[in-house]
Structures are given as C-alpha cells and as structure tokens.
C-alpha cells in the first residue's frame, strides 16, 4: 500500500472562520472541557481546531487534548478555580489560532466494491437514487481527510464524501460488521476498525488492518491524512 511521509504542519489558505464569540463551550465533568467550533462540518473548522490544539498543548495545567470532529476536548490536570479564566483563555486561544493543514501521508486503499460485504450497497442506491455504478465511482474519485480518529480504537472519521453519496446511518445496526468493511455513514466517510455492531452503511471491503494493537503504530490513520480508495474489484 503506497504511503508518502510526513512533512511538517504548514498554514492552510481557507476562508475566515467566525469570531471566537461563536464558539461553544461547556463543561463535561469537573475538569474537562469541550471546544467546538462553529460552522458545520467542514475543513477550514477542522484545521483550526488542530492550530487551537497545537497553541494550547505547550499549557502545563493541561493534561490531555483530544480533537474530535471539529471539536476539541480540553482535559485540565485539575479542577480550574476560576472558570471565567478558563473561557477567556480558550476565547484568546482560538482568535489566536490559525488554520493549518498536517501534510499527513498518503494512504491508498484497495477496495471489493459490491459482493457479500456490501451490504447496505442496495439502501444507499435508494437513498441517493444513483446506480451502484454511480455510488462506487463518486466514491473511489474522491480524496478524504482523517479529522479525527474515535468510536473504535483506528477508526478514521473521513472527510470528502461527495454530496450526493450522505446517507443516514442506519436506524437497526449490523450486530457484527467485519473489520476492514468500507462504510458511509451520514455525510462522512470510514472503514470499519474492528468487527462488531456498527450502524454505517457498508458498500464494500478492504482487505487491510485499520488498527493493529501490537504494531509500533497501532493506527493506521492519523488526523490529516489523506485517504483514497482504489477499485480493486467491483462486484455488482
């Protein structure tokens, strides 16, 4: 599987995001909280909250940051005692904080669209009212964004998906969905980390290890890698 390496974090040319008044924050427990930035879901927002992540992370009172899907979590190593300091800080930090765009690797994915692992193939052509044909190649044409990993242990939340693919996840989940399964879910984009329930919509497999907990690397996928699927073979 091609990988190309990693460079340095550089500034991203985007649109101007919204003040930091837009911003929302709120408390999760006594010493966590969470940072989302306005918007939808989209990039520009994503790369600020990795420059916000990036700013904060040389705070010695933070013990962990943990970027989601255009959020981040902020964990402090104790309870803050003054919480208006904490919302001026993170205020501060974000009009601070400029877009900027990890140059990951590259990471090509061989895909089986179709066949007896794309199981939901049939639903996203009813949903979208495009022909399988149509679904694999909008599909395999486009290149994601990893914005965050979570839900699983190396599960990519991918960024890219054409428009005209978002489909709703599924209202009954698959009880067992194989690890390695190509998934939309909404209006992103993924590959099942681990076999087990999962409510995205299956359109085909990739014989590959997303997460391998005895690798040097774990993860396959980082935050602000780009993923492109490959057609390896199409079954419809």
């Known amino acids: 599987m091609p990988v190309k390496s990693h460079s340095a974090l550089q500034p991203a040319s985007a649109p101007a995001l919204a003040c930091s008044s837009d911003i929302k924050l709120s408390t999760i ?11 939808g879901f989209d990039l520009p927002a994503q790369r600020r909250i990795w420059s916000l992540a990036r700013l904060l992370h040389a705070d010695e ?26 919302r ?10 400029q877009a900027i765009s990890p140059q990951g690797k590259l990471i090509e994915i061989p895909v089986h669209y179709g066949g007896e ?8 052509c ?36 054409d428009p005209l693919l978002a489909t709703p996840r599924k209202k009954v989940p698959s009880l067992s969905m194989l690890k390695g ?26 014989e590959l290890a997303v997460f391998d907990p005895l690798a040097a690397s774990p993860a396959l996928m980082a935050p602000g ?12």
């Open 117 to 124: 692992h794309a199981t939901d193939l049939e639903a996203v």
């Open 29 to 39: 427990g006594a010493r966590a909280w969470l940072v989302e930035a306005p918007g």
């Open 126 to 161: 009813r949903h979208t009212g495009l022909s399988p044909r149509e679904v694999v190649r909008l599909h395999h044409q486009s290149e994601y964004t990893v914005f965050a990993l979570g839900s699983a242990p190396g599960f990519g939340y991918l960024h890219g998906l």
């Open 88 to 97: 001026m800080q993170l205020h501060a930090a974000w009009d601070q904080a």
């Open 181 to 206: 399964t190509v998934t939309i879910g909404g209006a992103q984009a993924g590959v099942s980390a681990l076999t087990g329930p999962n409510g995205w919509n299956a359109i085909g497999f990739a």
């Open 225 to 236: 890698d780009r993923i492109r699927f490959l057609p390896q073979r199409i079954e419809l």
């Open 61 to 86: 009172t933070i013990e962990a940051l943990i970027p989601g899907v255009t959020n981040l979590l902020v964990l402090f190593r104790h309870i803050p005692a003054d919480e208006t300091a904490v």
